[in-house]
């Protein structure tokens, strides 16, 4: 069963998108987290900019590896992990989207893929 997970700042201004699947495969054939890991990694992204500066712990949902990579999908920018699981997207120019800027959207999907340097390593 599909889940998703929005992320949005304090104005409600949507930042990211973390999608989860029981199958762990969308019809695009694109590799997905399962809900319970979408869920972590939203909540995770939502800390940001905590485990940037060493504020409080916080780990990767179990199964999601680092490095993080970035790529840009025209409309929108994809995370995934090193395993090719997409772990959050990051829209862009979209009103119901929260109308972020290409760049505004780059920058944060820049800071996303980042997280693996952040934080700890799950046990």
Partial sequence: MPAGFRVADATGCMLAYCYGDSTGYRSTGSVMM????????????????????GIGSATLPPGVQGPFE???????????????????????????????????????????SRLPDWVERPP
């Fill in 70 to 112: 970035v790529e840009d999908r025209r409309t929108w920018f994809s995370v995934t992990d090193a395993s090719g699981i997409r772990v959050a997207a990051v829209y862009f120019g979209d009103t119901e989207a929260g109308s972020l800027t290409r760049d505004a959207a780059r920058r944060l999907a820049a800071g996303v």
């Fill in 34 to 53: 399962s809900p319970d890991q979408a869920k972590a990694m939203a909540e995770l992204i939502a800390s940001l900019p905590d485990p940037m500066h």
